[in-house]
């Protein structure tokens, strides 16, 4: 073989940092941090994200407003919890399940008066419902501890 027949050796591709001197290079340390901003910032959006109030509606269902006081029931906000069971009912108000979580709502507050008034109401709407041996007992203990 001849010296013509040898290919030259490929072109150096930057400069090669030794692994003893990686965290030196400014950029590389600049990337890294980035990295890890973006990391840390997508992981606390994500986290403080699925504590945020649920998104307004602009149409009219009950079982949108339903879903959304139970959002709200489980974050805690009781009194906006019972604004949007108080929509569902405006929207059907002949439904007792949307009444039963009124009343339940209710009583959580401490409203007993009210807390009583939806369960009555629920049971006047379907006395025939599985649950109403269980609300005409709850009933009966709120009379007492009224």
Request: aromatic share 6%; hydrophobic share 45%; proline share 9%.
């Amino acid at each position: 073989m001849t010296m013509a027949n040898i290919s030259p050796s490929p072109a150096p591709r930057g400069r090669r940092i030794p692994l003893s001197q990686f965290w030196l290079d400014w950029r590389i340390s600049l990337f890294l941090v980035a990295v890890c901003a973006l990391v840390l910032g997508a992981g606390l959006l994500a986290l403080w994200g699925w504590r945020a109030a649920p998104p307004p509606v602009t149409h009219a269902s009950p079982a949108i407003h339903r879903e959304r006081g139970e959002v709200y029931e489980r974050l805690g906000k009781l009194e906006e919890a019972i604004g949007e069971y108080g929509v569902a009912l405006a929207l059907s108000p002949t439904d007792p399940a949307l009444h039963r979580a009124l009343a339940g709502l209710f009583e959580k507050q401490g409203r007993i008066a009210d807390a009583i008034a939806t369960y009555e109401r629920a049971l006047e709407l379907d006395p025939a419902s599985p649950e109403a041996p269980d609300i005409r007992g709850r009933l009966e203990q709120l009379r007492q501890a009224r």
